[in-house]
Every structure is written in C-alpha cells, then in structure tokens.
C-alpha cells in the first residue's frame, strides 16, 4: 500500500473567479461551503483560487484587506480542503471564461493616465491594461516603488496576514502571477482587442521602455539601426500572411533571431526577478512556489510557431522555449504549471496547425529533464472522459507502478473549474471518478508527505543562474516515452 501511494497524483479544483466579490465581500458562504462540501465528498485535495490585487489593495498603496479572504480560506480549512493561492497582479477580464472583471488598483491604473506606457503595447499603440509592462519592472513609478517591490510588498503581507493557514500546512502552493491571466507570457492574444482563436497573436513590447531597452541593447550589440519589428501582422492573421512569420520569413534572419531572443529573455528575467521576491516572502514556510505557462498549441506545427513566439515562447525546431524557463523555476525549488493538458491533437480544426499533445510532452519532458516538478491544468472546461483519461495520460505517462513511485508523475493537477455545472447529475459522477483514478484508486490521502517528496520549508532561492547558462537549455532534446493511453481509464 505505501508503495502504491507513490502513484497518488493530488487534484485540486479552481473556485469561481468573483468567489471574492471586487468589492472585496465573502458574499455567498453557504453557496460554496455546499459546493466544497461536494468536492470533498468526490474526495477532491484541495482548491485553486485567485486572491486579486485588485481586490486587496485596492484602497490605495500599502492598505490591504485581507478579512473577506480570511473568511473563505477558514470555510476551505474547515471543508477540510488545502489551498492553492495565485497571487493575482493581473486584472480579471478579457480572457476565455472570465466571467467576471477586476481590474488592477484604481491607483496604479491612475498613473496609467498620465504614463500610458506603463502598460503592454502593440504595434499600433493599443495599450493592455491586464498586467503592467515588464518594461516597467525596475522603474519607481508607483508613488516611488517599484512594480518588483509592489508585488513583494504585497505577498509579504499576504505571508503575515494568511500565518496561521501557512503554518498549519493548509496552503501548500503559492502560485505566482507573472503575466495575463496569471501565466507568464505577453498578453499577445486579447480577447477584448479583437484576438480570436487561432490568430498568430501579436508582439507587446511597443511601450516607451521596452522600445529603449530593445535600442539599447541593439546598439551595445553593433545594431544602432535595428528596430522592433514591422512586420509581424496583426492578431487574427496566419503566419504565410505576415512578412516576419512566413516561410524563410524575418524570423529566420539575424535580425530576426535577435529580436525574438531578446523579446523572450525579458520575460525570462521578468519571472525570474519576481520568484526570487517570492522565495524572500515565503522563505521558511511549508509551500512550493509555482509558475503557470500557458499551453499555446496553435501553430505549433507550422514551422514558425508564431502564437508561441508573439507570447514569448521562442520556441522552433532548432530551439526550445521551454526548458529555458524550466531551468530558471529551478533555483527557486518552483513548479511548472502547464496547461492545456486534456487536449488531443485530433479535436483540433486542422488549419490550425495546432499539437496540443506535443506541446504538452515538450513541455513536461523538459521541466522533467531540468528535475522540477510539474503541475498542470485543462485549458478549457470539460467534463467528458476523453479529457479526463487525456490529463490522466499527461499526470502518469508511464501509468502506474505498483512496487515503488511510477517512472514519470506530475505533482498535482487543477481542474477548471468549480461550477454547479460539474457537481451535477452524470458530470459528478464521472469526475468523481476522475480524481479516483488520479488518485491510483486509492483512497483520500490526508497526509501528502505521504505521497508528495518531502515538503520542506521553502529557502532563499539559489544563486542566479546566468542568462547564457539559462540558455543552454534551449537546445532541443527529444521528448521523454509517453505511453498512448492511461492506464487508468475513466469510463463515464
Ligand atoms: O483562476 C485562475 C485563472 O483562470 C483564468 O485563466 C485560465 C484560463 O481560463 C484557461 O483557459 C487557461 O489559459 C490559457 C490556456 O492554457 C491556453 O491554452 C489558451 O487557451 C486557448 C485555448 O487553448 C484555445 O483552444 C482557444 O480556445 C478556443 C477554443 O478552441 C474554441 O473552440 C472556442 O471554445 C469554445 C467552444 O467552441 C464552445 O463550444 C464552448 O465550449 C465549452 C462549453 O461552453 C462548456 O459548457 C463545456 O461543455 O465545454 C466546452 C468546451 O470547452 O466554449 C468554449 C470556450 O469559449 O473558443 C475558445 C476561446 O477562444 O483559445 C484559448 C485562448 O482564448 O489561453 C488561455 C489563457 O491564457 O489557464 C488560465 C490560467 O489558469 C483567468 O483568465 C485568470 O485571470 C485566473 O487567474
């Protein structure tokens, strides 16, 4: 039995996104304490939930409110579920399945008035007002702080004000908002701009400071006459429709590969920057702190990958985008969290190129290979057994072992997400035996030291890895063996 416990994959499910009203109210107890009730009783780990910027601080600089939050985590602990808490510095709205709009702080979206290019910008001036640019990271912009230093500010308080659930183990993961939509990327494909599946996407680095940087750094390279690319199209094009994504496009030349390595090392540093406040802030407490990446799996088999490259993923044949990340998440003991794990390739229109499955191997197979954990996430809601047996598949590749810990295993998953929808009839049933079957059939395990490796208090990251060293992994590696099926199916 304690061999087998080793298969156990933990599942926890996303709470609505408005759990917490904007007006920062715990409105609706019973509501969720009902449905957490049913999440338990599908013997469910935990729960995901957004604790907003928006929401906290939105009083002014430095004036949190934590109560309504306090208020749901004690009706989390007392359904006997752990917590998954996203430090959410991105605005809510705008994105697939955002039902509800919290925008960032009235305050700092103020001094957006006067210094619009605070925000991402595309080429033609559209600013996003989802996640402040990371052009802005070390500017004292906010009344004299930092971007960098708000958000360390801010999750130290949420250490100091959420103690008593830190220490009793109840929050086990801090996942870490590095972007749109909580995930570490440009925010390339907007919805509220106009961006409609499967659009290429476009570059966000138009604002006044990262157009600097970009010169800057041109010039100190030898190219004082290379500028940000004009020629990569416009959200909903296909890559043979722009002059930088087509075949033998701009992508491919010198110039080309200079922007994108530069464009996707920002990000690279960006995240960087911030886990390590992060690590600061929780250092000493009983978490993992993790990072989400989003599963852009549309081109990903034109040779250009341009959905991937406009979101900062430079990742083509001869270059992984991935691992790079992978190998950065490393130093800060951090959990990759990929998503679009319940996609097949063969439910995908074939014009767009798209190879959720690959993606989803590449991607695991090099944070596997860089020795971090690995969570995951469906992309879109679901609640057939097709997806459920596919995120089955991606959480053991390998299926399970019975004598030990199974050759390859993901660390958790969350399911997108909790909604009456799920806890009813035919739905409940099969997810219900999901989490089974996630669970290696196994009863709830209350214990995760139990089938987790050991939870120990986070550290102080470790040293900076440098930026050529983080780049070695973008040499492309076969991904590991997955098998074709779960072993563990659900059958509806
Ligand atoms: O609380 C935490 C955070 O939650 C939110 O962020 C999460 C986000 O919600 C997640 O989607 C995920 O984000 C990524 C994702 O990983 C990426 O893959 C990507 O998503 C794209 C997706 O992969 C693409 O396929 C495409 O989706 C379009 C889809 O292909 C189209 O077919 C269509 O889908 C419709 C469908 O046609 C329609 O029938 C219906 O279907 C559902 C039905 O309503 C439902 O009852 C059930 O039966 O299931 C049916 C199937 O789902 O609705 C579908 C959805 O509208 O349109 C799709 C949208 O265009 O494009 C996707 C990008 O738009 O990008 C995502 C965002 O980066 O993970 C996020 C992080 O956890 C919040 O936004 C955050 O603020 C929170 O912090």
Known sequence: MANMLQNYVPVYAMLPLGVVTPDNNFQNPDDIKRQLYK?????V?????DVWWGIIESKGPKQYSWNAYKSLFQVIKDCGLRIQAIMSFHQCGGNVGDAVNIPLPQWVLQVGDTNPDIFYTNRRGTRNKEYLTLGVD?????????????????MNSFKDNMADFLDC???VDMEVGLGPAGELRYPSYPQNQGWSFPGIGEFQCYDKYLKEDFIKTATEAGHPDWDLPDDAGQYNDRPEATGFFRNN???LTERGKFFLTWYSNKLLIHGDQILDEANKAFCGCKVKIAA?????HWWYNDASHAAEVTAGYYNIQDRDGYRPIARMLSRHYGVLDFTCLEMKDNEQPGYTESAPQELVKQVLSGSWRETIEVAGENALPRYDPNAYNQMLLNARPNGVNRNGPPNLKMYGLTYLRLCNQLLDGWNYGVFKQFVKKMHA?????????NYRRHIVPLELSKPAIPLKDLLEATKPMEPLPFDNETDMKVTG
């Open 249 to 251: 496009g701009t992508y």
């Open 169 to 171: 183990g109840q929050i």
């Open 39 to 43: 999440l338990k009783e599908a013997e």
């Open 292 to 296: 989400k990446v989003s599963g852009i």
């Open 138 to 154: 070390n500017e004292p912009i906010i009344g004299g702080r930092t971007p960098i230093q708000v958000y360390s500010d801010f």
């Open 441 to 449: 059939d196994q009863e709830y395990c209350p214990n995760p030291e």
């Open 45 to 49: 780990d935990g729960v995901m939930v």
